[in-house]
T-cell receptor
Framework: GAGVSQSPRYKVAKRGQDVALRCDPI?????LFWYQQALGQGPEFLTY????????KSGLPSDRFFAERPEGSVSTLKIQRTQQEDSAVYLC?????????????FGEGSRLTVL | GQNIDQPTEMTATEGAIVQINCTYQ??????LFWYQQHAGEAPTFLSY????GLEEKGRFSSFLSRSKGYSYLLLKELQMKDSASYLC??????????????FGRGTSLIVHP
């Protein structure tokens, strides 16, 4: 597609439920980032992939959060046993690579509400 | 760690000029970005600075001083549609050796008629 696509756009989960958020980056983009954005805040870094390799997962808040990008294209962010504090917009961004300006192209985000 | 500071909110009048400041403290600096984010939408790229000086792009300009850890975004001839959040992001080397953009909390700009 022309841009970064994320699904679902909205997800309501009961506390304790597992959720999976999908990101389809721009074709050919090597770098893929996941960010978490709470209301009124800037995006907080979660994890970074270069192709299929997860090179940095230092921002994942707990071991309930897991991300993968098995074929170096589509990525999935999984949150197990969701808690209310997980409620946020999860943004995926891709870029050509670490070189050049490294401009990030963001998807529309997946808004997660945990009840 | 990273420390990025920008004002929470600013207001300005249509047609005027506004300057949004961003200060940062980091190691391994590798560039500074400005993004615009309208409510409920994805951030969109505005500018990138890696060397000191001013980058101009239409009504938007961005300035960087690496020695002072300081940048600003200048918006001229303000329009109502410029009402949005403006995010400053610093790219630096992360834990895994890769370059990771870290965002400030954003400055909410309100443009009045």
């Amino acid at each position: 597609g022309a841009g970064v696509s994320q699904s679902p756009r909205y997800k309501v989960a009961k506390r304790g439920q597992d959720v999976a958020l999908r990101c389809d980056p721009i074709s050919g983009h090597v770098s893929l980032f996941w960010y978490q954005q709470a209301l009124g805040q800037g995006p907080e870094f979660l994890t970074y992939f270069q192709n299929e390799a997860q090179l940095d997962k230092s921002g994942l808040p707990s071991d309930r959060f897991f991300a993968e990008r098995p074929e170096g294209s589509v990525s999935t962010l999984k949150i197990q046993r969701t808690q209310q504090e997980d409620s946020a917009v999860y943004l995926c961004a891709s870029s050509l690579g670490q070189g050049s300006t490294g401009e990030l192209f963001f998807g529309e985000g997946s808004r997660l509400t945990v009840l | 760690g990273q420390n990025i500071d920008q004002p929470t909110e600013m207001t300005a009048t249509e047609g005027a000029i506004v300057q949004i400041n961003c200060t940062y403290q980091t190691s391994g600096f590798n560039g500074l970005f400005w993004y615009q984010q309208h409510a409920g939408e994805a951030p969109t790229f505005l500018s990138y600075n890696v060397l000191d000086g001013l980058e101009e792009k239409g009504r938007f300009s961005s300035f960087l001083s690496r020695s002072k850890g300081y940048s600003y975004l200048l918006l001229k001839e303000l329009q109502m549609k410029d009402s949005a959040s403006y995010l400053c992001a610093v790219r630096s080397q992360g834990a895994g050796g890769s370059y990771i953009p870290t965002f400030g909390r954003g400055t909410s700009l309100i443009v009045h008629p």
